[in-house]
């Protein structure tokens, strides 16, 4: 289940980032996603934010250490959408 999501991430972050020439391969899960490892920057961040946002429904609060910790790898990112998920079920 987790590995479906990582990948789905993986492949969201390259069409709406236009990683042209990446595939999910090239992504390592735990790697960072910004400075080192992807190599992001803030407005790539500001587009992942609105990604995560319309695709999976979530607020996203201000820049903050905890969202900047959430957003830190893919592995990361996963988690805190599965623990939104399961927060809004209840």
Known sequence: MMEELHLEIK?????TLNLEGMD?????THAPLFGEGLGLDSIDALELGLMVKNRY???LSAETEEMRQHFYSIATLAAFI???RQLRAI
């Open 57 to 59: 429904g979530l607020v």
């Open 24 to 28: 999910a391969d090239d992504i390592d």
């Open 82 to 84: 599965t623990l939104q």
């Open 11 to 15: 492949n969201m972050i390259i069409s």
